[in-house]
């Protein structure tokens, strides 16, 4: 007899089966565009350099040690992380009534958040937008959530946001239910609402009376400007709401796997905030007991001193400077080649992904005939493009579309 015997094979996870497809691939020409990280124009993996700066100066700093970090972090980390999300002049700041906590980077954050939300407020409902980050489903399912529904977002027709079916969504929405929103550069489609879009948003969040639950996992990166990414978690904030939101240092600082992330909190009173923390104390404890430190300090040495902290900007400005140089270029390629459609949605969606318009099948078409890996969803990441292989690109896409 064994316990495992009948146990069912579980589905892949597509991304990662991509991944290894791509490395066992021979072929001298292949493209990864389905991976979520940040490639040089030679196609490299980058360590930020300020994070490089700032990881000697932590080899030589004795004082440090291994020992147990408190179970919600690193705390002058959490602070500094909140005060990078919701701006010096917040009034939540000002109020006392937000704090961060020091989660396992932006996926940690949401299940820390979603598991309290869960079990300690009851929430059993949440929405998630019409694509999204296929991890959101399951990490709010695994916390405990009950039931899982979608916001219609993405028209494809028009290649941009359906704005009147999301409202409506949200308007048909059961009090209390628990909304996720990107809070910048929405992956995987690359294309946000505008700020008057946003307002409207908010108003219906505000008189169905839901939670907004923001997922920053692009702050800086998408426009190369920390504040202008941030503007609308602060202006959720200014209107007076009391949400979460996970941020994650993954893309960023590039701390993919040190798993340095933060839930920032806010809450109506400062008053509420000794239960909350509490709560969320024994959410932690169980789960993972505490986290790690490593990522935590490197991001808390670099926004502690003024210097680095604008070298981290300058970092961020090259990465997203060459994503967006890389979104003309592959829009040129396209209409100088003639490729069927138009490709103005390239350089309009913004972040790191642009969801091309190709379906599952021509995505599919893209892997097998071109070796250029990408999701079915149609999915690329605009990191994985470099000046020698938009060409190459560029054709691919267009072969597949008039074959
Ligand atoms: N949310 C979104 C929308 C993402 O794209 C990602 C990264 N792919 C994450 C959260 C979390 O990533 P990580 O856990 O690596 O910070």
């Not at 490639?39 to 020992?67: F, I, S």
């Not at 296929?134 to 494809?156: C, M, Q, T």
């Not at 992956?187 to 908010?202: F, H, K, S, V, Y």
Request: charged share 25%.
């Amino acid at each position: 007899m064994s316990w495992f015997a009948d146990l069912e094979q579980g589905p892949p996870i597509e991304v990662f089966a991509l991944m290894k497809q791509f490395a066992d691939d021979d072929f001298p020409q292949k493209v990864n565009l389905g991976a979520g990280a940040y490639r040089t124009d030679e196609g490299k993996p980058w360590v930020l350099p300020v994070v490089r700066t700032a990881e000697k100066a932590l080899a030589n700093d004795e004082t440090l040690n291994k020992e147990y970090l408190p179970i919600l972090g690193f705390e002058a980390f959490s602070t500094l992380s909140t005060r990078m999300l919701l701006g010096d002049d917040s009034p939540a700041l000002k109020e006392n009534r937000a704090f961060g906590v020091q989660c396992l980077s932006g996926t940690g954050s949401l299940r820390v958040g979603a598991e309290f939300l869960a079990t300690k407020l009851g929430k059993t409902v949440f929405y998630y937008s019409k694509p999204t980050w296929e991890n959101h489903r399951l990490v709010f399912l695994s916390a405990g959530f009950k039931e899982a529904r979608e916001y219609r977002y993405w028209d494809a027709q028009k290649r941009g946001l359906d704005i009147a079916g999301f409202l409506q969504d949200l308007k048909d929405a059961p009090e209390g239910a628990v909304i996720i929103l990107h809070a910048c550069a929405h992956n995987p489609t690359g294309c946000d609402p505008t700020r008057e879009q946003w307002a409207q948003i908010a108003s219906v969040i505000k008189e169905k009376k839901l939670f907004a639950f923001f997922d920053s996992a692009y702050q800086g990166f998408a426009s190369g400007d920390l504040d202008r990414d941030a503007w609308t978690v602060r202006y959720f904030v200014q209107e007076g709401f009391e949400l979460f939101c996970a941020q994650s240092y993954a893309k960023n600082f590039g701390l993919y796997n040190e798993r340095t992330g933060n839930l920032s909190v806010v809450l109506k009173s400062p008053k509420e905030i000794p239960a909350v923390k509490s709560q969320i104390t024994l959410i932690v404890r169980g789960m993972y007991s505490n986290p790690p430190s490593h990522g935590a300090r490197i991001v808390n040495h670099v926004l502690s001193n003024n210097e680095l902290f604008d070298q981290w900007r300058s970092n961020i400005k090259t990465m997203s400077s060459r994503i967006i140089d890389m979104r003309k270029r592959l829009r040129e390629e396209l209409e100088r080649l003639g490729a069927p459609g138009t490709w103005n949605h390239i350089t309009e969606q913004i972040g790191m992904f642009s969801y091309t318009g190709l379906n599952a099948e021509q995505s599919q078409h893209m892997v097998k005939m071109h070796h250029v890996y990408m999701l079915s969803s149609g999915r690329i990441s605009m990191c994985g493009l470099t000046h020698s292989n938009v060409e190459y690109v560029a054709k691919s896409i267009k072969e597949t579309l008039t074959d």
